[in-house]
Nanobody, 125 residues
Framework: QVRLVESGGGSVQAGESLRLSCLVS????????LGWFRQAPGEEREIVAG???????KYLDSVKGRFTIFQDNARNEVYLQMNSLQPRDTAMYYC???????????????????WGQGTQVTVTV
């Protein structure tokens, strides 16, 4: 059974930091790309950060320089370090696993293979 279990969400004030974690099980960790998405109420789900097949990273423009995605292969975990959080970062954050389409991943939302249950991040002024 494939499971992606997020943790680390919470409520913080603007300017503070959070680190999200996602424990991945049930898949061959090395064959999938991992990433983080978010969805605010009334908005579409969007990719925040993710890995491509070759390990390169991609980020949503609005989080570049503030968020960092990294993974620990020994622990089967992927993380999202979020610094300088802003109210506009408030959303449900989801861990995702995607089988590569060629050399890239997360090209189409509907083709993402696995999702976690989400963890809420709330940033107040």
């Amino acid at each position: 059974q494939v499971r992606l279990v997020e943790s680390g969400g919470g409520s913080v004030q603007a300017g503070e930091s959070l680190r999200l974690s996602c424990l991945v099980s049930g898949i061959d960790y090395s064959e999938f790309c991992l990433g983080w998405f978010r969805q605010a109420p009334g908005e579409e789900r969007e990719i925040v950060a993710g890995f491509d097949r070759d390990g390169t990273t991609k980020y949503l423009d609005s989080v570049k320089g503030r968020f960092t995605i990294f993974q620990d292969n020994a622990r089967n975990e992927v993380y999202l370090q979020m610094n300088s959080l802003q109210p506009r970062d408030t959303a449900m954050y989801y861990c995702a696993a995607d089988y590569p389409q060629g050399s890239t991943c997360f090209n189409h939302l509907v083709m993402v293979d696995y999702w976690g249950q989400g963890t809420q991040v709330t940033v107040t002024v």
